[in-house]
DNA sequence: CGCTTATGTTCTCGTTGAGAACATAACAAG
DNA sequence: CTTGTTATGTTCTCAACGAGAACATAAGCG
């Protein structure tokens, strides 16, 4: 490490400060913030204004003292798409730095993974200059970033390197439960957490480790599956090909199951609200079937505390639903779950703040995060 | 991060390289080695020198070129004292800077927490002003590194700072078999590996995700039980106080308790050694327990690495016994556990290689960790 | 014995952030 | 309206850092 390499590190440090911020930061609040001298702050800001990634703004002036900056994302600065690809629809929208984002397009598609030429379209559509970075949410598990295995919509290894054309920006691919956990870490319910979870409660269940506000990937980028682990003693086969996985017991296809009717993906998701809301009108069978969503949730959740010491544990998609219908349920089989001696102080079991764009939230994030780093700021500068 | 940090970075990453290397490393070596120039790997070992931390000492000759100099832990630099305290034994080892370990002392014990002012004693009679930090690992959860909890030695919640006295040495305590994945990832079979997990077997199982060479604490450091998860599908009640856990089928208690013995901890070792030898002798009835180890110990691999995408999963402890005997039958019922289309390439299940002291390999290194850092090399200069 | 090779040593140089002194723009109090 | 207070911006000096070049040195090789 040079002492060049410490400017750099010092912006990078004042980029992700700005980025992360919830309110716009002031320069001296900045400086205050890293630690640095007024003087070097200006001296860094200085440099980030000229390379057009951030602008500074005068500050409305707040109590005594000589007004000072705001830093705002360069209105010609750098940009990010962020890309949520479902299993019958796709969402494109903008993010800046620090997050403001803007829906571009969306659109349908027939369950073939020729809609990424589709996406590709809107993309160079709405492709500019400032474009840095794409990321990319995408429901199901994708190997290397690269390879996509989504038993349901029939595509078994599909290589996407096949289907984004060769000027494809750059883009980073992941998971939508992981990059919904993602969200949920930087900009949600799991802010300042140093070790957490989050699931995603859809058909099934998938879900991210989140160390220090980052989603843990694994060695191939699949790590996440846990819904496919055998938590509930259940002795299905699952269509991922293992036995007794825990998403049998959890999710809208496991709603379906439990009132007799034949799970499936795509179709299940209304069912599942459809039973939601005749619980909540005090339907017993179906309310029936929420009590055993919850209790395999909560069960499996301790589990997964024993092995993986979170602080706390949220939950998106059905589950902020479960949550809301069933919690003292889930809190207790959960409980159950854990060992004894950690029952005093069980994870806190939390809904998602980050909503329905969760994913595209998250991709957003990713995206950025392949451009502040010290190795892009400096070709950029 | 100011200039003067900058050294203070750069001498722990030169520290940090000397500790971590197999062989002695040369100045010359050590400079290409973190990418900088001669002139400056000089100036910072010249002062890591007089602060009596690293030791040059001309190197052998080899081939052409100026001789060069190696740089050895200092005859009078900081040492790390390393304990590994179990049910019924402890032991004291002092490990140099670059791991070279020396077993100082050993005992017994009678069970209770008493043990604890007789460690303290040894560690008296050993310490010297070179003492800077010990590591130790004890076979159990501990929380917040100080609460401990063993329910088979009766140990409910025995706060280490009620028997640690007050001139202890600065110490950091932490859970056995995460050391001992922490030793395999350091000086081990999983050196290098980016995500990993290990599972030392003894009584039941416990372990450790390592993640870029660190052992993974969780937000009490107390992760790492996952043999507290029921991924068996085991109806059994666990000591633990949860039902169906993984340890329940795998581990001593498990062989023990499969042979229609009574399962307890400490007996059970012998037990499941006798069973062992049994079963390399062809006894069926032996056999089938082994078998059905090894079953459920890689349908539980199956379902691990389906959450957490590992590259390589060591094991320890009886684990080696199993892999030894029934390599095939954990590695099928790891590929039947494992969704379809990760099968092709499951993660490597492999024998550790740091042996039988890896715990205090592990509690060497965790001791080093507390002191290779920028904060105490900055008071130290 | 001279050539090659790898390393140690010395010196200069550009860059970095710290720190102090001063300038400036708001507010507050009389 | 003036003066003092407060927080910030700005400027300048300075110590320290690592890079790089030039040179010195100690080995092996032919």
Redesign the pocket.
């Known amino acids: 490490?040079?002492?060049?390499d410490?400017?750099v590190?010092?912006?990078v440090r004042l980029l992700r400060a700005v980025h992360d911020a919830e309110a716009p930061l002031?320069?001296?609040?900045a400086?205050?913030l890293l630690?640095?001298?007024?003087?070097?702050?200006?001296?860094?800001v200085g440099e980030l204004e000229r390379a057009h990634l951030v602008h500074e703004v005068?500050a409305e002036?707040a109590?005594?003292?000589?007004?000072?900056?705001l830093l705002l994302p360069h209105p010609s600065g750098p940009l990010v798409f962020a890309l949520d690809v479902r299993e019958d629809s796709w969402t494109l929208a903008r993010a800046e730095l620090g997050g403001a984002r803007e829906v571009l397009e969306s659109g349908g598609h027939d369950r073939t993974p020729g809609v990424f030429a589709e996406i590709g379209a809107a993309v160079e559509r709405h492709r500019t200059g400032r474009l840095a970075a794409v990321g990319m949410a995408i429901a199901g598990p994708i190997r290397d970033g690269r390879l996509l295995h989504i038993a349901h919509l029939g595509w078994d290894e599909v290589d996407l390197d096949d289907h984004l054309g060769r000027d494809w920006p750059r883009t980073v691919v992941d998971n939508d439960a992981r990059l919904a956990g993602l969200a949920e870490a930087r900009r949600g319910v799991l802010h300042g957490a140093g070790c957490a979870l989050h699931f995603h409660i859809d058909f099934d269940i998938g879900g991210t480790l989140l160390l220090d506000g980052d989603a843990q990937r694994g060695a191939h980028r699949i790590a996440g599956e846990f819904g496919h682990m055998p938590l509930t003693g259940s002795g299905l086969e699952c269509m991922c090909g293992a036995r007794g996985c825990w998403s049998l017991d959890v999710g809208s296809n496991a709603l379906v199951r439990h009132l007799g009717g034949k799970p499936g993906y795509g179709t299940g998701r209304e069912l599942a609200q459809q039973i939601l809301r005749r619980a909540e009108d005090g339907d017993a069978e179906a309310g029936a079937a929420i009590d055993a969503n919850a209790a395999a949730l909560g069960r499996g959740l301790g589990a997964l505390a024993n092995a993986l010491d979170p602080e706390a544990i949220s939950l998106s998609g059905l589950g902020i639903d479960l949550l809301r219908l069933r919690r003292d349920a889930i809190e207790a089989a959960c409980a159950e779950g854990l060992m004894a001696f950690r029952r005093n102080t069980p994870p806190q079991i939390i809904a998602g703040t980050v909503g329905e764009q969760a994913p595209l939230t998250g991709a957003a994030e990713a995206g950025w995060d392949t451009i502040l780093t010290e190795t892009w700021l400096r070709e950029r500068l």
């Open positions: 490490m040079t002492s060049a410490l400017r590190h010092n912006q002031t320069r001296a609040g400086a205050r630690g640095i001298g007024r003087n070097t702050a200006a001296a860094l005068p002036t109590g005594r003292g000589r007004p000072t900056t």
